[in-house]
């Protein structure tokens, strides 16, 4: 069979499978934006103000917002039955924010929130540089070693230098973005309104914190390769 005759079936080959690449990207685009922590953590707190602003309070309506993020933190621990820190910290100061703004009917207090959240999230980053293992050697473990045996090499990696020097630059810069992240929040709050705020929130997010999870994510991938070479 010559090349001329082989070519139109390598080309009705591609036509076939670009189709199904296309397919996975739409669903994988679709599952993102259905993501419960977008959609109720973000899309819908901003939805909700926009309906609201001006037929009711600038308080009631962030109230009303917080509602969401407050219900799928909720409903994510009582799913997962497991006592989630930065779940317990979010619903925590969703809860805080909600109570203050109505005793004090100031927005603010909303508003502010994320920020305090994030903020203390980011301090106890920092904060366990001081102990024995920083958060994110814990963090790690918990997510990457499922066996005893992933466990024990986790833990006998730690006596590499560079393992040490990488989580404690992980944790810097995770520390870091998260202090950065709520700060500059908190300092918006003061100048833009709460609608442009809610709109302009996930930006920042995505600004400050992106590129270190993009990062991170890179480390971690190296990290489980390694891990499964001193396992075998």
């Given at each position: 069979?010559?090349?001329?005759?082989?070519a139109p079936q390598h080309s009705a080959g591609a036509h076939r499978v670009a189709p199904a690449?296309?397919?996975?990207?739409?669903?994988?685009?679709?599952?993102?934006?259905?993501?419960?922590?977008?959609?109720?953590?973000i899309v819908a707190p901003f939805v909700v103000y926009e309906l609201l602003s001006g037929r009711t309070s600038v308080v009631t309506a962030l109230a009303v917002g917080a509602v969401f993020p407050a219900a799928a933190t909720l409903w994510t621990l009582i799913r997962t039955?497991?006592?989630?820190?930065?779940?317990?910290?979010?619903?925590?100061?969703?809860?805080?924010?909600?109570?203050?703004?109505?005793?004090?009917?100031?927005?603010?207090?909303l508003l502010l929130k994320e920020s305090v959240?994030?903020?203390t999230i980011g301090l106890v980053f920092l904060g366990s540089l001081l102990a024995a293992r920083p958060l994110t050697f814990v963090l790690a473990r918990s997510m990457m070693a499922s066996t005893p045996a992933q466990s024990a090499a986790l833990e006998a990696s730690w006596d590499r230098a560079t393992v040490r020097a990488g989580h404690r630059r992980t944790t810097i810069e995770w520390g870091t973005a998260l202090v950065v992240e709520a700060?500059?929040?908190a300092a918006l709050a003061f100048v833009l309104t709460p609608g442009t705020l809610l709109f302009v929130s996930p930006f920042l997010t995505a600004a400050v914190i992106g590129?270190?999870?993009?990062?991170?994510?890179?480390?971690?991938?190296?990290?489980?390769?390694?891990?499964a070479e001193d396992q075998a």
């Open positions: 069979m010559t090349a001329m005759e082989t690449e296309a397919t996975d990207r739409r669903r994988q685009f679709l599952r993102a934006a259905m993501n419960p922590t977008l959609l109720f953590g039955r497991r006592p989630d820190p930065i779940a317990l910290m979010t619903l925590g100061g969703i809860i805080l924010g909600l109570i203050g703004a109505l005793i004090f009917d100031s927005p603010l207090f959240v994030t903020g700060g500059l929040r590129p270190v999870a993009i990062v991170t994510f890179r480390r971690r991938r190296r990290a489980a390769a390694r891990l």
